[in-house]
């Protein structure tokens, strides 16, 4: 603010005789200056500089040189790399459609609710609130056998058998992915409801006078009028899942990702190789990886949504 | 008005239901921090003599309160940089017309495509060159803009009435004073979505505070809860306690102001 008063007064006439348009030119620029910087140091010279990393063999301790693409060979003939794709895209496969279908359930019965509507919607929000960290150690105990776990003690009360959850190669990874679905439906619903609450009211009367269905209705009114809601949260959950990382670590602290591997995400892959091992060089490949899927998958899903 | 039917009400009762499951996990939760170690195997919800010996004992033991205050002089810096900058870059955005406006726009749009983790090494390597590992600053650098606030409010701006503006120009106005007390005041619906995303997103942030910092004295609420869970190894009483210190004050926030958070999502999923 000073700076711009200060060189006002000191060129006095130069700045009188601009016209408006030059003024606002520089306005403008002053307005930007310190965010372009911001942009420039601390998101684009980043992005250079991980692509960079990902061609040299830093770590902490040696001075980064030049090795080609030798961190990509390693990381595709690595098995674990393999196994930790294979399980960042099963969180994927799975976590979204469930979260997405759901959510839109209860979206669809809670538009309609008046009674107590803002309570009910609250309960379903409450755990988006929450911190993944401290939830993580919550469900963790939840899956505990008994007399400990919650969830065993109810299936034993039914006479169910225990399961093992988080001790199991197969059960663990659906047992880790129920907290992030649990606590990103709120986001979804409150969503599905806004988009639910756009669509115009005159065009359900309007079908309800042609003598449509409910279900007639959902599919040809509702759903189709709902598309960009939808493309949004399939994209937004999508990317949410594919990064996965806070409940996974905290889920199972004395071996993150673990029994065997069995649930480690790209993520912790990535957070293990830098600051484990760290393999700066070979960490910055999986970064540079994970960035391609990214890309790759939000670009398809806006495809093959927006063709439909 | 629709008559009540059947359908309505077992909809209605699944739906309250439903929403019942939810909350579970939060009430086990604080139920298990009233109680002392010997009924913890007791799963009852409502504790059968609470105690808040745990609390007085996490508490006094001081981390917590230091973790708490942190994460509170992040959350809140970070969410005032966030108001401000991105704001004035969407209003510049939005309202200004200049060569090179549009490339601006998709620069800094672009970063959008770029996943945080993809930055953190070098931001690391950054870190670590200025001495800012174990500070603040550090915890802090990396949010204090977002290219998806600067989005939301230039989408906001643009639904405020240049004539507005004009006026205040032809009443000697400078354009600082133009944005800060006559636009801004115009989108304060989209500043409250904004500032409590970002107020959320860095409050259970939890990724790069774990990679930044090695102090226990610089740690998050939720870096610090991880670190003291491992240490409490099966005392889930303690755990459920400090999980609660964590989660209970955006609870008792989005209690009190549900409605306008409710809305700030809705605004920002919509717009965003």
């Known amino acids: ?308 | 008005m629709p008559r009540i039917r059947p359908g309505r009400i077992i909809a209605w009762t699944l739906l309250l239901i439903g929403g019942m499951i939810m909350v579970t996990p939060l009430l086990f939760m604080l139920s298990t921090s009233l109680k002392d170690a010997s009924q913890v195997y007791d799963l009852r919800v409502i504790p059968q003599s609470p105690t808040f010996d745990n609390y007085i004992e996490i508490l006094g033991d001081g981390r917590f309160t230091r973790w708490f205050v942190n994460s509170m002089i992040v959350a809140v810096i970070v969410t005032v940089s966030n108001v401000f900058f991105d704001s004035l870059v969407g209003y510049t955005l939005a309202k200004f017309r200049f060569r090179g406006r549009y490339l601006v726009f998709v620069a800094i749009l672009s970063t959008l495509m770029i996943p945080t983790e993809m930055l953190v090494l070098p931001w690391y390597l950054m870190a670590s060159q200025f001495g800012w590992l174990d500070s603040y600053w550090g915890i802090m650098f990396p949010g204090m803009m977002t290219a998806f606030g600067t989005f939301l409010m230039k989408q906001f701006f643009e639904g405020v009435p240049d004539d507005f503006l004009e006026a205040a120009r032809i009443d000697g106005l400078n354009e600082f004073t133009i944005w800060w007390k006559i636009a801004m005041p115009l989108v304060t619906p989209a500043l409250s979505a904004l500032a409590i995303f970002t107020f959320l997103g860095n409050w259970t942030a939890f990724f790069w505070p774990l990679i930044v910092t090695t102090s226990a004295d610089l740690y998050t609420l939720p870096v610090g809860l991880s670190s003291f869970a491992v240490e409490q190894s099966i005392q889930w009483e303690k755990i459920m306690t400090g999980a609660s210190i964590a989660t209970l004050p955006t609870l008792i926030i989005f209690l009190i102001l549900q409605r306008y958070i409710v809305r700030g999502v809705m605004l920002a999923g919509l717009k965003g």
């Not at chain 1, 005789?17 to 403008?28: F, N, P, Y």
């Not at chain 1, 294979?86 to 359930?105: A, D, E, H, K, W």
């Not at chain 1, 663990?172 to 979804?188: E, K």
């Not at chain 1, 619903?189 to 959902?218: Q, W």
């Open chain 1, 1 to 308: 603010m000073s700076a711009i008063a200060h060189r006002e007064a000191a060129s006095g006439g130069l700045w009188s005789r601009m016209s408006l348009g030059q003024k606002q030119v520089i306005w403008a620029w002053g307005f930007l200056a310190v965010p372009l910087i911001f942009y420039a140091v601390i998101r684009f010279w980043p992005t250079f500089q991980a692509f960079y990393l990902s061609i040299t063999d830093w770590t902490i301790t040696r001075p980064a040189t030049f090795v080609g693409l030798e961190n990509y060979k390693r990381l595709f003939a690595d098995p674990l790399f393999w196994q930790v794709f294979r399980n960042t895209f099963m969180y994927l496969i799975l976590g979204t459609p469930i979260s997405l279908l759901i959510s839109f359930v209860v979206a669809y019965y809670l538009d309609r609710v008046r009674f107590m509507h803002s309570f009910i919607r609250a309960l379903y929000f409450l755990p988006f609130l929450t911190t993944a960290a401290a939830m993580a150690w919550v469900w963790r105990w939840f899956y505990q056998p008994v007399p400990i776990g919650v969830i065993n003690d109810i299936l034993s009360s039914f006479g169910i058998p225990q399961q093992p959850f988080l001790r199991s190669t197969s059960q663990a990874l659906p047992a880790v992915l129920a907290p992030a679905v649990w606590a990103g439906l709120g986001f979804q619903i409150i969503i599905f409801l806004a988009g639910l609450r756009a669509i115009p009211v005159t065009y359900y009367e309007a079908a309800r006078i042609d003598g449509l269905s409910e279900g007639a209705i959902l599919r040809k009114i509702t759903l189709p009028l709902l598309k960009p809601t939808l493309v949004f949260l399939v994209v937004f959950s999508s990317i949410g899942f594919l990064r996965i990382f806070d409940q996974v670590y905290n889920i199972n602290t004395n071996d993150p990702g673990g029994p065997l591997n069995s649930t480690k995400p790209l993520v912790l892959m990535i957070y293990q190789t830098a600051f484990s091992s760290y393999e700066m060089g070979y960490a910055a490949a999986q970064t540079v990886v994970l960035f391609l899927i990214l890309l790759v998958i939000s670009l398809v899903q806006l495809r093959i949504m927006r063709d439909r």
